[in-house]
């Protein structure tokens, strides 16, 4: 496989002084290259275990290892922490969601060159790619893609003689009937930072204009609806600390009945005994969904050739198909996607959210926006703050 062809033409094929800026050596005599990621399932671990490996068998320059440093609610606390101590990786997968902060902080290495130079651009779910940009100036790639649903326990929704809601109103009303000894009708993920935002967005969005984005209608609209679940004892106030995952393992355990989720629990929920349904998140018309997902970037200072090697390896399509698919996850281009989706139903939902979705960088504001918007849920879950509005 001529995977480096694109690599050596833009940065060159030599070791030479100013092609490499840390490198260090394995035993074997080859260039050793680390990648961190939060992956926590099975599925996904496992994929990354092939990835690498056939990886490390394509070519005789570079030896690489993954390291996990999860969970993903701690992976920028253990990178900071890295930073300090001059140990980072040459290479990170990371939620979209940090992306921005990550950029803000000039830890990016700036591949703008690499991505245009390959021509590829139009092969990708535009607000995938976006969500590795800044200022028209890419700081990595879309790994792999998911956007948020909603997911239902059939059995429960049978039994109360509802059908999967469709707008607001019904949502409502199917989680308070849920609601049921120790059953609560929804949940999902509350925790501080910038993931708890970004399951609020594909409820309130319909651009990506984030200017006073706690004062518009429909934000205030949405957090009216949390209180009122909360309140009526329809919604947990433990879901301030749960992740994804978390919020996944509730819903099997038949703590919740519907669930706010991504594709990522998806490996969770196949194994498990529970008959689970999934529809797009009842928002209402002209709502946008929410791009999520990882995007694999370089570290500065770090191995930048080898680093582009491996995304030359990584998003040759066989390959990028072969591991986003097993993970449960959506692959960034658009091809691909369809291609999944025709194999899996359960895909066909995921695989329209992302056509009709929107980068989180099409928020100017989104750090600041999205400090707000989590620390606002938080409260109004613990009954911090009142909204008088709906």
């Known amino acids: 496989m001529a995977f480096l062809c694109l ?8 070791a030479g002084k100013g092609s490499i800026a840390e490198t260090s050596i394995s035993e074997d005599g080859k260039e050793t290259l680390v990648l961190w990621s939060y992956y926590e399932t099975k599925e996904q671990q496992d994929s990354l275990d092939r990835l690498i490996e056939a990886f490390n068998t394509s070519q005789g320059r570079y030896r690489m ?45 700036d591949i703008t060159s690499y991505v245009q130079y390959s021509g590829k651009e139009p092969e990708y779910f535009e607000s995938a790619l976006g969500a590795a940009k800044s200022q028209d100036r890419y700081y990595g790639l879309p790994f ?4 948020a649903a909603l997911f239902y326990n059939k059995d429960y929704l049978a039994k109360a003689g509802i059908e999967a809601p469709e707008n607001l109103h019904e949502f409502v009303l199917a989680a308070k009937v849920l609601s049921d000894g120790d059953t609560y009708g929804f949940g999902m993920s509350a925790a ?8 609020i967005l594909p409820w309130v969005i319909s651009t990506g204009d984030s200017e006073n984005v706690l004062e518009r209608d429909d934000t205030l609209n949405f957090f009216a609806v949390i209180q009122e679940l909360v309140q009526s004892g329809s919604m947990p106030k433990e879901c301030i600390n749960w ?10 355990a038949g703590e919740i009945a519907m669930m706010e989720n991504s594709m990522d629990v998806l ?20 709502r946008k969904s929410m791009a999520g ?19 030359d390896f990584y998003l040759d399509d066989p390959v990028m198909e072969q591991i986003c698919g097993p993970q449960f996850g959506l692959a960034p281009k658009k091809e691909l996607a369809r291609k999944q989706a025709e194999k899996d139903s359960r895909y066909k939902v995921f695989e329209e959210e992302l056509e009709n979705s929107i980068s989180r960088n099409s928020y ?10 989590s620390e606002a849920l938080i409260e109004i879950i613990l009954e911090k703050r009142k909204i008088g509005f709906r």
């Open 7 to 14: 690599t050596g033409l833009l940065y060159g094929c030599s």
């Open 65 to 109: 290892k993954w390291e996990y440093h999860g969970p993903v609610i701690e992976f920028d606390k253990k990178l900071a922490l890295a930073l300090t101590e001059k140990e980072m990786p040459d290479l990170v997968i990371a939620d979209q969601s940090n992306m921005q902060a990550y950029i803000s902080k000039g830890l990016l290495e």
């Open 144 to 147: 792999c893609c998911n956007t």
């Open 192 to 199: 501080r930072g910038s993931q708890s935002a970004s399951q």
């Open 243 to 252: 992740s994804g995952n978390d919020v996944a393992r509730s819903f099997l």
């Open 267 to 286: 490996p969770l929920l196949e194994k498990s005994s529970v008959s689970t349904g999934v529809v797009k998140l009842p928002s209402g018309e002209g």
């Open 293 to 311: 997902g990882e995007n694999i970037g370089i570290l500065k200072g770090k191995n930048k050739t080898g680093a582009l090697a491996f995304l």
């Open 364 to 373: 100017a504001q989104w750090s600041a926006s999205s400090d707000k918007l």
